[in-house]
T-cell receptor, first 113, second 112 residues
Framework: AQSVTQPDIHITVSEGASLELRCNYS??????LFWYVQSPGQGLQLLLK??????LVQGIKGFEAEFKRSQSSFNLRKPSVHWSDAAEYFC???????????FGTGTSLTVIP | SQTIHQWPATLVQPVGSPLSLECTVE??????LYWYRQAAGRGLQLLFY??????ISSEVPQNLSASRPQDRQFILSSKKLLLSDSGFYLC???????????FGSGTRLTVV
């Protein structure tokens, strides 16, 4: 069955340090991939998405993600984390225009001064 | 541009009371609409989706129901709330071209 896995439940990084949040998907076909961010008490905001083409995609707030077919991964990265990046991050995928949309369980990011 | 409105932002309701959460979308027609629930410490669970007026699909058996009386309106309801209905409820719409979701700002429901 299709699924999305975020192996890290919680990550703590220092402000200014680099960040990488992991996401893996399971399915043979190439999916459409997304990263969302959720600040406390808020809805989810789209950071970036991958459909096809260049496997390195740029998003808002200085985030980027790289699609690696060989590893079935779509990891989110940021070179220098800011305190305002503390939030919950969700990876998601879909394989068609139907209603099957799969979310990971989320990674909670804490940023320490 | 498309926007999605969800209200109320927070709600505290006693067990056994009814519930009505409303979601409306602007700037698009015939959107696919969704209700998700996010329980504390858990991921997102799809509750209902609708591809058109009066068309509701339920993903999980539960104490809740959904209705779509108008093209851009999606309502989540319950006749009698349970403690287990507490959570963060998110409405979303999906653009068939874009494939991804746009989420509302959510409703924090606490059943006491």
């Amino acid at each position: 069955a299709q699924s999305v896995t975020q192996p890290d439940i919680h990550i703590t990084v220092s402000e200014g340090a680099s960040l990488e949040l992991r996401c893996n998907y399971s399915y043979g076909a190439t999916p459409y991939l997304f990263w969302y961010v959720q600040s406390p008490g808020q809805g989810l905001q789209l950071l970036l998405k991958y459909f096809s083409g260049d496997t390195l995609v740029q998003g808002i707030k200085g985030f980027e993600a790289e699609f690696k077919r060989s590893q079935s991964s779509f990891n989110l990265r940021k070179p220098s984390v800011h305190w305002s990046d503390a939030a919950e991050y969700f990876c998601a995928s879909t394989w068609n225009t139907g209603n099957q949309f799969y979310f990971g369980t989320g990674t909670s990011l804490t940023v320490i001064p | 541009s498309q926007t999605i409105h969800q209200w109320p932002a927070t709600l505290v309701q006693p067990v056994g009371s009814p519930l009505s959460l409303e979601c409306t979308v602007e700037g698009t027609s015939n959107p696919n609409l969704y209700w998700y629930r996010q329980a504390a410490g858990r991921g997102l669970q799809l509750l209902f989706y609708s591809v058109g007026i009066g068309q509701i699909s339920s993903e999980v058996p539960q104490n809740l129901s959904a209705s779509r009386p108008q093209d851009r309106q999606f309502i989540l309801s319950s006749k009698k709330l349970l403690l287990s209905d507490s959570g963060f409820y998110l409405c979303a719409w999906r653009d068939s071209q874009y494939y991804g979701y746009t989420f509302g700002s959510g409703t924090r429901l606490t059943v006491v």
